[in-house]
């Protein structure tokens, strides 16, 4: 047997192990989708049923009916733009500055910025509250958004970008009469979409799945995110587990169909300035 036939068959068996897994993990999320077009008598039959045997639809109907699903999309699209938006604005000015520009402190400060990954948020969570509500951003959007406007990870993954970046460019443009700030954003930015889209599409899921500081922050219904405001067809009732999926499955179509539309991008993102020539 040849070298190249070991290769392919080995591909194969990879890309056959790599498809079995992808199918293992992603199954609580298929049987999700089918139980949410299940009839209340087929979730909790014995034995359980696998498929509906026809499309339900009162679920997504009893869903919109007991929770407010439209507004809680609404507040998380809306919160979600603004934090990415924000973060791109943050991560790509501090990025600038740690690799066009040489000052006194620089490496100490960016290894501040990335010992920030190694604090758990948990562990700040309270002082964290206690600051905001001092602030009176109870039930506000600001206080929803404002601890996810700047990301360490963010900043270090435009940083690597941005070294990969000639300074020699910088140079030409100065000596053309660019400022600093005109080659950030008429030079440097515009060369820099493939981790700008991977810093807003990475930021934008990520903010779109918080739970723990919206539940916290706000108490009004009409200020809740889909994933708080999702718990509260969480009930003990039989009638309401498949308009539980339901609710779970309108939530799950945003933040998928993003990721499905940009994994390229996000791709392309993660993977800039990792090689250097």
Known sequence: MGAKKKKKILSCILQGACITWGIILASPVIYCILMSFMQPRE???????????????????????????PRFILNSIFVSLVCSTVRIITASLAAYSFSFFDYKGKSLLFYLVLGTLLIPADATIVTNY??????????????????????AANVFMMRQYFLGVSKELKEAAEMDGCNSFGFYTRILMPIAKPVLASVFISSFVSTWNMYLWPMLITTRNEMRTVQVGITMLNFAEEAVYGATMAGAVMVLVPSLLVFIVSEKQIVRGMTAGSVKG
């Open 43 to 69: 979730i909790l039959s014995s034995p359980p049923n696998l498929f509906p045997q026809e499309l339900y639809l009162g679920n997504y109907i009893a869903a919109l009916k007991m929770s407010k699903i």
């Open 130 to 151: 206690m600051t905001v509500s001092g602030m009176g951003l109870v039930n506000n959007y600001l206080g929803v958004m404002i601890l996810y406007f700047v990301s």
